[in-house]
């Protein structure tokens, strides 16, 4: 789908810098960067799969800090 992306000179800067950077185009770049800022739609999923392993993991420590 075509769109019309509108940028201040700044931003254009920015996009222009990380497409070098990145080696893709302007084009390609700004869809990388949309890509990446968006949230993964499991990410509740992930961040309590990691609370979880870190519970399994420290439960000694988290035990004896809940005494103190």
């Known amino acids: 789908?075509?769109?019309?992306?509108?940028?201040?000179?700044?931003?254009?800067?920015?996009?222009?810098?990380?497409?070098?950077?990145l080696g893709l185009s302007k084009?390609?770049?700004?869809?990388?960067?949309?890509?990446?800022?968006?949230?993964?739609?499991?990410h509740s999923e992930s961040i309590a799969s990691s609370i979880e392993r870190l519970h399994l993991r420290d439960?000694?420590?988290l035990a004896r800090l809940a005494e103190v």
Do not use: K, W
Not at 36 to 41: D, E, M, Q, V
């Open 1 to 21: 789908m075509a769109m019309t992306l509108r940028l201040t000179e700044e931003q254009d800067r920015l996009l222009e810098r990380l497409a070098a950077d």
């Open 59 to 61: 439960r000694s420590l």
């Open 27 to 42: 084009n390609h770049a700004a869809a990388a960067a949309i890509e990446l800022a968006t949230p993964a739609a499991d």
